[in-house]
């Protein structure tokens, strides 16, 4: 008997993890890197989470959706509604990689110039008519990076 439990045991070969702050530079350079994402937005007063995909334009995020969605009416129905944006790339097996989180107001992009830019840009990942491109301006942008303890040690040092 060894007096400790089989998860202190499975622990003990597993490498302590950290969370590492992410400048917003960072943050939004990892957004830029990965061509989908979750927003949250309020339906009925309550949060609603889709998935989409986007850019990453200077310090906007654009989504590009349907007239129809729930999203485009809640941007819609006020000029001010803020959203999220959160994206990740979290190896499962691991348990490291990063998320990123952009807090901000959207709106819709109506200058046909930017459309057009941005209907070249952003190409619809499902099917359907994708007839509306809402830009998130972020107010808040935060990451964190998941990494081996050892490693926010090694670079410290």
Known sequence: ????????????????RTMVNLTREESLGLLAG?????????????????????????????????????????VRTDSEVVVAYEADEIDPVNRLGWSVVVTGIARTVTDPMRVARYNRLVRPWID?????????????VTGVRLVER????????
């Not at 008997?1 to 302590?16: F, I, N, R």
């Not at 949250?40 to 995020?61: C, E, K, M, T, W």
């Not at 050892?150 to 040092?157: C, H, L, Q, R």
């Open 1 to 16: 008997m060894t007096g400790g439990s089989e998860m202190d045991e499975l622990d003990a070969y597993e490498p302590a």
């Open 34 to 74: 990965v061509p989908f994402g979750r927003v949250v937005f309020s339906r009925d007063a309550l949060p609603a989470i889709r998935p989409v995909n986007h850019i990453v334009d200077g310090d906007l995020v654009v989504i590009r959706t349907r007239l129809s969605s729930r999203l485009t009416s809640a």
């Open 128 to 140: 359907g008519l994708m007839d509306t491109i809402v830009a998130v301006e972020p107010t808040l």
């Open 150 to 157: 050892g490693a926010v040690e090694a670079e410290a040092s």
